[in-house]
C-alpha cells in the first residue's frame, strides 16, 4: 500500500473485491446468463479506468456506461468487451459508434429508426413502468413493423427490485415479456444488482450488475453474497477537551455533558460526507467505535473520543469512516440517503488508492 502524505480523506477500492462480486452475481443467475458491468459514472465514483481491467480478467465481457466519453475510457482497457452506452444516441455519433464498435440504447422511436438506418448495432430501452426512458408498447410495435435492422439486446429496467414484494415486479417482468414477443429471438435484459435475486423468471439473458459489484446488498441478501469493496478513512488533526456545557460545531447543535475529548476529523462535506450524518454517523477506531458530534462542516467532522481507551487519543491517528464493520449501507441509511449516492460522492471527491495484493499474488 502506497503511503501518502496528505492530511485529507484516503479512499481505499479494494478491486480483488470488485472481482469476487463479479463471480457472486455470476453464480446468482447462472452460467447460461451473461453478468454485464455497469461502469457509469466513473464506475460509481470509483474509478472506470482502474476496474475495467481487473473485470475483463475475472471474465466480464459487456460493460454500461453512461456517455460516450466514459464508452471510450472503457475501450482503452477492454479492447474486445460489448460496450453500451445508456444515455441514448446521437445520430451524428454514427461513424464512431462503427468504428469503436459501441452500443447506443435508444430510448426512443425517433433515435431507433434513425440509429438502425446509419447501420449502427444498438440496444432497445422500453418502458415498463420506471416512466423515466423508453419505447412505449406501441412505439415498439411501430418499430418492428418498419423492419430496420433489429436491436441486439432488448432491456427494460425495475423500479422496485430492491423490494421482492413489490407487485410492480411482476408487472414490468409481464410487460417486458409482451413486448419481446414481438421481437423474435433478440437477446434480453432486465434485472440490475436487486433484481437477479428475484429470482431465475428476471434473469433473462444478460444481467447489467452495478451496485452489487461495488459491495453493496441493494435487496439486502442474507447471507449477504457480496464483499465490501471501499474504505475511507481520515485523519484526527486536533484533539481538544470541551468543558462541561460547551458546545460543538455550527449552531451549537452538540453541547457537552461532561468534560468530552473532542477529536477533529480532516473530513467534510466537500469530501462527500454527507451533511446530513450531523451528529449521528460513527467512526471505527480499533476495535473501538465514536459518534461524531456537532454538525459536519466543510473540511471537518468532529467525534466524541471520551470513552476510547486514552491510547487511541491520539492526533494524526486515521480512523475508518466506511471499513466492513461500518459499510457503506450503514453510512447511507444513517444520513437518510442511499448508498450508491454515498458511493458515488465518496469516490469522486476523494484520493482513491487500489488494492490489488491478493489478486497479483494468486495469479
Ligand atoms: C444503473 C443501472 C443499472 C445498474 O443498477 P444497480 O442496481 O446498481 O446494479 C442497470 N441498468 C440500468 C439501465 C441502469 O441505469
Redesign the pocket.
Known amino acids: 500500500m502506497k503511503v501518502v502524505k496528505s492530511s485529507g480523506p484516503q479512499l481505499f477500492v479494494d478491486l480483488d473485491a470488485i472481482q469476487r462480486n463479479f463471480r457472486a452475481a455470476g453464480s446468482i443467475v447462472g452460467s447460461d446468463v451473461e453478468v454485464c458491468a455497469?461502469v457509469?459514472s466513473d464506475a460509481?465514483g470509483l474509478g472506470i479506468d482502474k476496474i475495467v481491467g481487473p473485470l475483463v480478467a475475472a471474465g466480464c465481457h459487456s460493460f454500461?456506461v453512461a456517455d460516450f466519453e466514459e464508452a471510450v475510457r472503457v475501450r482503452r482497457r477492454a479492447a474486445v468487451a460489448k460496450v453500451f452506452i445508456?444515455r441514448g444516441a446521437k445520430p451524428s455519433f454514427a461513424e464512431f459508434y462503427r468504428q469503436n464498435d459501441f452500443i447506443p440504447v435508444c430510448n426512443t422511436l425517433c433515435e431507433a429508426a434513425e440509429i438502425a438506418s446509419l447501420r449502427c448495432q444498438y440496444a432497445l430501452?422500453v418502458e415498463t413502468g420506471l416512466s423515466r426512458f423508453g419505447l412505449t408498447f406501441g412505439e415498439f410495435r411501430t418499430l418492428v413493423h418498419c423492419r430496420v435492422r433489429a436491436p441486439v439486446l432488448i432491456?427494460s429496467?425495475l423500479a422496485c427490485?430492491d423490494a421482492p414484494g413489490n407487485p410492480l415486479n411482476l408487472l414490468q417482468k409481464s410487460r417486458f415479456m409482451a413486448m419481446c414477443e414481438l421481437s423474435g429471438a433478440t437477446p434480453r435484459s432486465l434485472a440490475?444488482?436487486?433484481g437477479i435475486s428475484l429470482g431465475p423468471a428476471y434473469h433473462f439473458d444478460l444481467a447489467?450488475?452495478?451496485?452489487?459489484l461495488y459491495g453493496?446488498n441493494?435487496a439486502s441478501l442474507d447471507p449477504n453474497p457480496f464483499v465490501n469493496v471501499v474504505r475511507l478513512r481520515a485523519r484526527i488533526a486536533d484533539i481538544r477537551l470541551v468543558r462541561t456545557g460547551e458546545a460543538v460545531g455550527y449552531m451549537s447543535t452538540f453541547r457537552a455533558q461532561r468534560p468530552t475529548w473532542v477529536g477533529i476529523l480532516a473530513i467534510g462535506y466537500s469530501h462527500g460526507l454527507a451533511w446530513s450524518g450531523s451528529n449521528r454517523l460513527w467512526v471505527q477506531i480499533g476495535s473501538h467505535q465514536a459518534p461524531l458530534v456537532g454538525r459536519v462542516a466543510m473540511e471537518f467532522a468532529a467525534i466524541d473520543m471520551t470513552d476510547l481507551p486514552p491510547s487511541l487519543r491520539v492526533s494524526g491517528r486515521w480512523v475508518d469512516l466506511i471499513c466492513p464493520k461500518l459499510p457503506a449501507e450503514l453510512m447511507a441509511h444513517t444520513a437518510g440517503t442511499i448508498p450508491?449516492e454515498t458511493l458515488v460522492r465518496i469516490g469522486s471527491t476523494n484520493t482513491r488508492h487500489y488494492l490489488e495484493e491478493r489478486r497479483q499474488a494468486h495469479t
Do not use: P
Open positions: 455497469v457509469k460509481y454500461f445508456l430501452n432491456m429496467h427490485a440490475a444488482s436487486a447489467r450488475i452495478g451496485s452489487a453493496l441493494n450508491q
